[in-house]
C-alpha cells in the first residue's frame, strides 16, 4: 500500500510565483522526510530535508512545512524558476530504518 | 567528484533471458539501496548493503532477483529469467552511512522486457 501520497500529478506555474507541492503520509511511524527533484534521464537529487522534531525547513528558495498531526508536507519554492521545471519526489523514511519511501511524483512546469 | 553511475542505462531483454546491472557507488559509501521504479510511480526499495553484508532484502519482488556486494563497493543487480512486469527503472543510491544519511542516487537503469 501506498504509505506516502503525493495527489496532484501536475503543476503548472509562471516563473516568479509560488509553487506549493503538497505530501501526505499514512504511517504514523515516519520520522524524517526528504524532498527530490528529479530531470529527465538523471536519477533523483536531494533538494530538502525535516525531521519530525521540527514543523519547518528552509534552504534559499526551498522551505519544508511538516504538520504532523495532519500528516501532511508541503514543499514552497519562492520565486520559481524556469530551471525548477521537474518531477519533485516526497519521501519519508521510519525511526531507525533507512529505506525511503516515496510519494508518485509531481511534475512541475514553470512557465516564461 | 564522482557520483553514484550505473551500467548499462539502457537494456532490452527477450522475455526469459538473464539480465546484470552495475551500480558504482561514490567512493567510501558505506550504505548502497537497490530501487525499482515503474513508469509514472516513485521508487520502490528493493535491498539495503552495509559494506559487503545484504542487511535487508525485504522489497526483492521474487526469487528472481538477486543482488550482491561482494568487496562492498560495486553491486550487481541479477534479474534471472525476465518477465514484462520487471519493465522498469532500478535506481541505485549510495550514502555515506546507515540512518539519515542523505542517498545519493545513480541516474538509474532503464530495462525494457520484450
Known amino acids: 500500500d501506498q504509505q506516502v501520497k503525493q495527489n496532484s500529478p501536475s503543476l503548472s506555474v509562471q516563473e516568479g510565483r509560488i509553487s506549493i507541492l503538497n505530501c501526505d503520509y499514512t504511517?504514523?511511524?515516519?520520522?524524517?522526510f526528504l524532498w527530490y527533484k528529479k530531470y529527465p534521464a538523471e536519477g533523483p537529487t536531494f533538494l530538502i530535508s525535516i525531521s519530525s522534531i521540527k514543523d519547518k525547513n528552509e534552504d534559499g528558495r526551498f522551505t519544508v512545512f511538516l504538520n504532523k498531526s495532519a500528516k501532511h508536507l508541503s514543499l514552497h519554492i519562492v520565486p520559481s524558476q524556469p530551471g525548477d521545471s521537474a518531477v519533485y519526489f516526497c519521501?519519508?523514511?521510519?525511526?531507525?530504518?533507512?529505506?525511503?519511501?516515496f510519494g508518485a511524483g509531481t511534475t512541475v512546469t514553470v512557465r516564461a | 567528484g564522482a557520483g553514484v553511475s550505473q551500467s548499462p542505462r539502457y537494456k532490452v531483454a527477450k522475455r526469459g533471458q538473464d539480465v546484470a546491472l552495475r551500480c558504482d557507488p561514490i567512493s567510501g559509501h558505506v550504505s548502497l539501496f537497490w530501487y525499482q521504479q515503474a513508469l509514472g510511480q516513485g521508487p520502490e526499495f528493493l535491498t539495503y548493503f552495509q559494506n559487503e553484508a545484504q542487511l535487508d532484502k525485504s522489497g526483492l519482488p521474487s526469487d528472481r532477483f538477486f543482488a550482491e556486494r561482494p568487496e562492498g563497493s560495486v553491486s550487481t543487480l541479477k534479474i534471472q529469467r525476465t518477465q514484462q512486469e520487471d519493465s522498469a527503472v532500478y535506481l541505485c543510491?549510495?550514502?555515506?552511512?546507515?540512518?539519515?544519511?542523505?542517498?545519493?542516487f545513480g541516474p538509474g537503469t532503464r530495462l525494457l522486457v520484450l
Open positions: 519521501a519519508a523514511s521510519r525511526t531507525n530504518d533507512y529505506k525511503l519511501s
Open positions: 504511517n504514523s511511524m515516519f520520522d524524517y
Open positions: 543510491a549510495s550514502s555515506l552511512a546507515g540512518g539519515k544519511e542523505t542517498q545519493y
